[in-house]
């Protein structure tokens, strides 16, 4: 054994680093990820518990969670069932003729699941722990970072090449023909790139105080002329807020020029492609 002055690391961890096996199926292992696979463990006795009557379903919400839990294990049920739904939802956005038609329900949009150009998040506001505070953050790209897309990165274009072959697959099984699957795609990826210089990089992201920019509603009505961030977010959250913390002004600053009726149908592919891969 290492004594703990030639090496401590080695001293204290020997017996682990010489027995602890990484699983093929996992990147890591450690105390932490043991904890969690013993209470998903656990968990899972407990619904099965609840499935079969022996823990009583005492709520609602218990009851909901119970069928969902049974419809989602139904294999079945599932291969029987096959792409149909996912083929009906795309309908959804599939038939939308312009950016006009797309906001006018946005709530519900966003309630059903459907893809937004921005994400809305209600959390701890990041200076007063004590109140909560609405939250616009921009949506993610393609690649891990926006540094993946200058033309100087080894890995983009092979990245960007397997992106589409996939993507391209998956509209096939949806039955779209290899033209208009290739189409989605190509202008999927043509949005995507329209972002990437108004998002910030993962290096930029990691200085958390630049993202807190408490805007008033005002300012962030103004931020598209379409879309009624108002009414989006009143509807939403029941009440209408004073400000919205913006985590990157130069994003929704140029909101407007990225989303409109001219780039809509890019929009359109972006979206679709962002929904199918949800599922």
Known sequence: MTSPKQDFYQHVNHDWLDTVEIPNDKPVVNSFSFLADEIEKTLMADVE??????????TTELKSFVDFYQLASDYEERETIGLAPLVER??????????????????DWRLSGYPLPFGINVTSDMKQADIYNVYLSVPSLILPDTTYYTDSHPNKEDLLSIYQLMMTNLLQMLGKSTEEAEQIVSNNLAFDASLVPFIKSAEESADYTKA?????????????????F????????????????????????????????????????WMICQYVLSF
């Open 90 to 107: 795309l309908r959804k956005i599939e038939t939308l003729a312009s950016l006009q038609e797309w906001s006018q329900n946005l709530a």
């Open 230 to 269: 108002e009414t989006l977010l009143s509807t939403l959250l029941k009440q209408t807020p004073e400000e919205v913390v913006v985590t990157e002004p130069i994003f929704f600053e140029a909101l407007q020029e990225l989303l409109n009726e001219e780039t809509f149908q890019l929009f359109k592919d």
């Open 212 to 228: 807190y920019n408490p805007k008033s509603l005002e300012t962030v009505a103004s931020y598209h002329e379409i879309i009624n």
């Open 49 to 58: 518990k609840m499935v079969s009557g022996d823990i009583p379903l005492t």
